[in-house]
T-cell receptor, first 113, second 114 residues
């Protein structure tokens, strides 16, 4: 089975712009979660989607949003980018809504200038 | 509020010796704990987990110990190998208000010296 894929792998944006990141889960996995990784903060949970519905949400501002399509692929959008949004964004998929069986993608490195 | 803390940002260990990575948590509702390993340019990969009903789980060279009274868990790697050099994240989950929460620590960078 192919693993979790994320596109693009690297992205450079400027403050005020918006960005959309994409995640394709492992075939058959219905849950997709998004995380932000920054030095010193570890992985911070953004949100989880299961069968096209947001099931869980972390403590991030409304500039961060996401969605999931019927084929379980997910997108994450960040609007009005700030310098502090520079981070590695990881998505993880699991067969059901369980954090005990997550498989991570390689991440998208976002740099905001 | 960092509910899961890895207080050592880095650790350096001689090849063949034991590596001990520590993790503390504050929320007593956490009932399942996981360790992930992350190499540069790759996503984290699941390593080992432990349920709160146990105090030890072993898988080959990796053993996780859980001390619920101290709200502390540790990962032991013995013997340490150069390929173990990576960033290790501990994570904890709990069902809170009907939703499962997963919280990660900040990570510890382990370097195994030959």
């Amino acid at each position: 089975k192919a693993g979790v894929t994320q596109t693009p792998r690297y992205l450079i944006k400027t403050r005020g712009q918006q960005v959309t990141l994409s995640c394709s889960p492992i075939s058959g996995h219905r849950s997709v979660s998004w995380y932000q990784q920054t030095p010193g903060q570890g992985l911070q949970f953004l949100f989880e989607y299961f069968s096209e519905t947001q099931r869980n949400k972390g403590n991030f501002p409304g500039r961060f949003s996401g969605r999931q399509f019927s084929n379980s692929r997910s997108e994450m959008n960040v609007s009005t980018l700030e310098l502090g949004d520079s981070a590695l964004y990881l998505c993880a998929s699991s067969p059901k809504s369980s954090y005990n069986e997550q498989f991570f993608g390689p991440g998208t490195r976002l740099t905001v200038l | 509020d960092q509910q899961v803390k890895q207080n050592s940002p880095s650790l350096s260990v001689q090849e063949g010796r034991i590596s001990i990575l520590n993790c503390d948590y504050t929320n007593s509702m956490f009932d399942y704990f996981l360790w992930y390993k992350k190499y540069p340019a790759e996503g984290p990969t699941f390593l080992i987990s432990i349920s709160s009903i146990k105090d030890k789980n072993e898988d080959g060279r990796f053993t996780v110990f859980l001390n619920k009274s101290a709200k502390h868990l540790s990962l032991h790697i013995v013997p340490s190998q150069p390929g173990d050099s990576a960033v290790y994240f501990c994570a904890a989950t709990a069902l809170i208000q009907g939703a499962q929460k997963l919280v990660f620590g900040q990570g510890t960078r382990l370097t195994i010296n030959p």
